[in-house]
């Protein structure tokens, strides 16, 4: 919870709500292997140097990371229903329905206020956007060129397993897209590779 946000422009104290930031579920698993082949490691330690440079010194990284989705914001909205049947259930959300429209949001234009003194949340816990997940991988090879000078090639898969990550669905009632997820929060997987010398 965090009150650093008003309300109303006119309000004498900050509303205390959930952070646009919240996620409560965060699992994060790294993983690291050294492949044990090459010059000075358990397999291949006397290797020669011209097939150490092509076998050995490998390292091969994982990361995996699920979080919950952020709390919806739904503006200064006509509300009219009970804020518990806002949510659907795991099997009744897609993404052409996220979240119940029909709970009781004044959805018509012209009935829309100019101007007033908002009461509806900032934003509710149980109304979130979809989860999110990502698993990235690497590879690292450490080339020695001399005593003191090595170098590092490095390649990345970010989002290695090119799962759709959705943004969150609209939620301005007046919108013909209210309720839906149009937007995706990253495109897909992307390669990276880098070159490091040390010396």
């Not at 492949?35 to 995996?64: E, K, N, T």
């Not at 997987?189 to 010398?197: E, I, T, Y």
Request: zero cysteines.
């Amino acid at each position: 919870m965090q009150p650093t946000e008003f309300l109303n422009s006119g309000d004498p104290a900050p509303y205390e709500t959930l952070a646009g930031s919240d996620r409560p579920h965060v699992l994060s698993i790294t993983g690291l292997w050294e492949v044990p082949v090459g010059r000075g490691r358990r397999f291949g330690a006397a290797m020669p140097r011209v097939l150490d440079a092509v076998a050995g010194g490998w390292q091969f990284g994982a990361i995996f990371k699920h979080q919950a989705g952020q709390a919806l914001e739904f503006g200064d909205a006509i509300f009219t229903g009970d804020l518990k049947n806002i949510a659907l259930s795991g099997s009744a959300r897609s993404r052409e329905r996220w979240f119940n429209v029909d709970a009781g949001f004044n959805r018509i234009i012209a009935q829309q206020r100019a101007s007033n003194v908002r009461a509806f949340p900032l934003r509710f816990g149980h109304v979130r956007s979809a989860p999110q997940q990502r698993g990235d991988l690497s590879v690292k090879k450490n080339f020695r060129i001399t005593e003191k000078v090595t170098t590092e090639f490095r390649a990345e898969a970010i989002n290695a397993t090119n799962s759709a990550i959705f943004g969150p669905p609209n939620t301005t009632p007046t919108n013909s897209a209210f309720g839906r997820v149009t937007s995706l929060q990253w495109s897909g997987r992307q390669w990276q590779f880098a070159l490091k010398v040390r010396f």
